[in-house]
């Protein structure tokens, strides 16, 4: 199992189950990627995560032969998650040329190019790629909706729920169901209903 998380700071980190301690993640390391491997890939804007996330996705397609219904990938908006998937594409078809001798390599193939190795890698991407609508590419939001669905009867969620983008309009209309129910039954409540004292008739209390 191999997950990567993406954290708003400045550093790269990796860490192997069988060296804990955090080491500095180079993402064109000649070293293949390890399944067993914690990746926390903490950039501010523009630094460069998605190509670290995308590059991390192929190499280990490349290297570690993973398949494409293996791989969940999530961010934040919608926009984001276009792009990803996107990217993502890109970047392995750039592999796949690089390494059939159509493009540039980059750093990380150095050690792919013997022929056998390199004959696995391009087998790997090409089946990759040819069922790459089974890469899970989605919004967080979209990933827990897409669970509670398929937890069906399961799940704890009715099965016609539907996840909206604002509850603002939601939170109106319980406040205003809960006010009419209320000035329906005693409607002086919307004044006051008892006065503290005659000396100081602006003070109510709301029952």
């Known amino acids: 199992m191999v997950s990567i998380q993406m954290r708003m700071r400045t550093e790269t ?40 996330l995308t590059t991390t996705v192929v ?4 290297e570690q032969g993973i398949r494409a219904d293996q791989i969940l990938l999530m961010t934040f908006t919608n926009e984001a998650t276009g792009e990803l998937r996107l990217e993502t594409r890109r970047r392995c078809r750039e592999a796949l040329a690089a390494l ?12 792919m190019q013997a022929t056998e190795v390199r004959d696995v890698a ?12 089974e890469v899970t590419i989605s919004t967080i939001h979209g990933f827990c909706q897409s669970v509670l669905r398929q937890a069906g009867l399961d799940g704890e969620a009715p099965a016609d729920f539907d996840v909206v983008p604002n ?21 002086s409540c919307l004044y006051g209903t008892k006065w503290k004292k005659k000396s100081d008739r602006k003070s109510t209390r709301l029952n």
């Open 100 to 111: 059939a001798g159509a493009g540039s390599a980059a750093p990380w193939m150095q050690h």
């Open 59 to 62: 190499r280990l397609v490349a």
């Open 13 to 52: 980190k990796w860490a192997t189950m069988s060296n804990p301690k955090n080491a500095e993640f180079d993402i064109n390391g000649a070293q293949p990627f390890s399944r067993n491997a914690l990746v926390s890939i903490e950039a501010s804007a523009g630094t460069g995560k998605t190509y670290s």
């Open 167 to 187: 509850i603002d309009p939601i939170i109106d209309q319980v406040i205003t169901d809960l006010l009419a129910g209320r000035l329906s039954i005693d409607a």
């Open 122 to 133: 391009i087998v790997r991407l090409e089946e990759f790629l040819a069922r790459y609508d």
